[in-house]
Nanobody, 116 residues
């Protein structure tokens, strides 16, 4: 069982930045990939960014060049640095852990609201 706790969401003005954190209850060395998803009201949950155990990363086209995913293995934490935020980034952001056994675990989510 993997427990994930997100933090760092909030209200930010357009053009601003936020850094989300996802702390895992187990060593993230044992996790195949750590991902950030988001879901806006009335929309499906979408993959925002992911990072594998070998530190390979991938991003949704809508966030490339603005968001950066990273990991601190010593702290069992994954981060999502979000820059140049715009109102379309407003959503609940969810951390996901995909294990090598094919299990998926989710955090409770953190809300990001971009508004002036």
């Amino acid at each position: 069982q993997v427990q994930l706790v997100e933090s760092g969401g909030g209200l930010v003005q357009p053009g601003g930045s936020l850094r989300l954190s996802c702390a895992a209850s187990v060593s993230i060395f044992s996790i195949n990939a750590m991902n950030w998803y988001r879901q806006a009201p009335g929309k499906e949950r979408e993959l925002v960014a992911g990072i594998t155990s070998s530190a390979s990363t991938n991003y949704a086209d809508s966030v490339k060049g603005r968001f950066t995913i990273s990991r601190d293995n010593a702290k069992n934490t994954v981060y999502l640095q979000m820059n140049s935020l715009n109102p379309e980034d407003t959503a609940g952001y969810y951390c996901n852990a995909a294990t090598m056994r094919g299990n998926n675990y989710w955090g409770q989510g953190t809300q990001v609201t971009v508004s002036s």
